[in-house]
């Protein structure tokens, strides 16, 4: 089955291109939007088989619906922030927004043409023979892999994302007096929502959408996206080397060249490569090797020192055995989290950092803890994954005590609390995370209107 997308909101027009889709070929089958919201919601669905996409600008929305229904530049902008699938064909009467929509594809490397819909039968004389041709060469696109099981694992990826937002805005909000984080959790004394995520969860939400749209982390992709996603939203607190080379991403820089040069040639050691991996743990949960390779694929496209990438395996490993130990009480299960850990995790000042959190016993105070292990006031790997590994370990059956105790150790409390966050929430599952902080926690893009209206009424 190969699909053929479209944007159109004319019926006449829709009926046209259903007919010149019969006409490629019994293999190819038409899916239909009419407003860009929905199709933005809708279409990464479809990407897998999809081998062309036609897209119209201005679009109508009918007087019942009594929403927005966007155009088509806002579609192009949303595919702009991947790395290309197919083709695209704009069909719009609108010159000048099809030459905004061209440019955004063009420059994100999709290879685009422009059809005019002029006289009648423009659809079978003009857009189907540029189908064809365009079907029938070879374009610079990537591939999507999706896995068999790839729903399954992205229900746990997003499981693990909304624990590591959650623990990412209530350590933000908290951070300023972390020693009453124990208390205000402890009582739920907490403002309501909407709780802000910082750069943790939007570098997180790049990883997450790259997996969810291809299936296997892609690094040209991943570099993509965290441009795409600071470029509309740069003020999420990110650190002053990332905005660095987040800003030459932008310009066109290569990843490799833009995170090799980070300090000096040495490679940033901090905690970015950690901070938001443990989805990516939880996609690849299954294979805890994989987990390892994939971690530090994700980690090198920002962070290429050796402790840098260190910590992001070990986050990512620590994830993936939460998830694996999910349903165990067993007692050993501490030293199964730390020792499969640590076996995955390349010698380091890291991995020495995780072999006295491993020693320390669980009664100690978060503050203790956070004297012996660091607690990421440095925003170094090493001074921050060690401790946040200890709270994750020393509660990996209760999320709101594992968030209590990374943020009341003070430090980088936002990252310590979304590193726990995206690793406890994958041992409870998503009944144990409060439902009121579910419901507080800042919406994220791809989650649908609907699921959000739901959201807002219950
Ligand atoms: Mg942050």
Redesign the pocket.
């Known amino acids: 089955m190969r699909s053929v997308l479209i944007l159109e909101d004319k019926p006449d027009r829709l009926e046209g291109f259903r007919k010149a889709v019969r006409s490629l070929g019994s293999e190819f089958v038409i899916r239909e939007w009419s407003t860009a919201t929905s199709m933005i919601a809708e279409c990464e669905e479809h990407l897998e088989n999809t081998v062309l996409i036609s897209l119209d600008h201005d679009l109508v929305a009918e007087p019942s619906a009594g929403v927005d229904p966007g155009t088509g530049l806002h579609v192009a902008l949303h595919l702009a922030g991947y790395l290309p699938v197919c083709p695209v064909v704009i069909h719009s009467s609108n010159t000048d927004a099809s030459w905004s929509m061209h440019n955004e594809l063009r420059f994100a490397g999709w290879q685009v043409e422009r059809v005019g819909p002029i006289g009648d039968d423009w659809i079978s004389g003009t857009w189907l023979p540029t189908a064809r041709s365009l079907l029938s060469a070879r374009s610079a696109s990537v591939t999507l892999r999706r896995p068999a099981d790839h729903i399954e694992r992205m229900k746990r990826t997003l499981l693990s994302l909304e624990g590591l937002a959650i623990g990412?805005a209530l350590g933000?909000m908290l951070s300023y007096r972390c020693g009453e984080a124990g208390r205000r959790i402890a009582e739920r004394d907490l403002v309501g929502g909407p709780w802000f995520h910082?750069?943790?969860t939007e570098m997180a939400l790049s990883i997450v959408e790259v997996l969810r749209l291809y299936g296997f982390l892609n690094q040209d992709a991943l570099a993509r996206r965290f441009a795409w996603r600071f470029q509309r939203d740069p003020d999420r607190?990110y650190g002053s080397m990332t905005r660095k080379q987040l800003y030459e991403l932008q310009a066109g820089g290569k990843w490799q060249a833009t995170a090799g040069a980070a300090f000096g040639g040495q490679g940033s050691m901090g905690n970015g490569g950690a901070?938001r991996v443990a989805p990516l743990g939880a996609y690849f949960a299954d294979n805890i090797a994989q987990v390892a390779g994939e971690s530090k694929a994700s980690c090198v496209v920002t962070h290429t020192h050796p402790e840098g990438i260190a910590g992001a395996i070990a986050v990512a490993v620590a994830a993936a055995v939460a998830w694996q130990q999910r349903e165990s009480s067993s007692s050993s299960r501490r030293r199964v989290f730390f020792d499969t850990v640590l076996t995955h995790t390349p010698p380091s000042n890291v991995r020495e950092g995780i072999e006295r959190a491993a020693q320390l016993p669980e009664t100690f105070s978060a503050q203790d803890a956070a004297r012996v292990l660091g607690n990421g006031s440095l925003v170094t790997s090493q001074d921050t994954v060690p401790f946040a590994l200890w709270c994750a370990a020393k509660h990996l059956d209760n999320y709101p005590d594992a968030l209590a105790t990374a943020i009341c150790g003070g430090g980088d409390c936002?990252?310590n609390a979304?590193i726990v966050g995206g690793i406890v929430s994958l041992a409870v599952g998503h009944n144990m995370l409060p439902a009121v902080w579910r419901e507080a926690r800042e919406r994220f893009p791809f989650e649908k209107p609907q699921e959000r209206d739901k959201r807002s009424k219950t």
């Open positions: 990412d933000e910082t750069d943790d607190g901070m936002d990252t979304a």
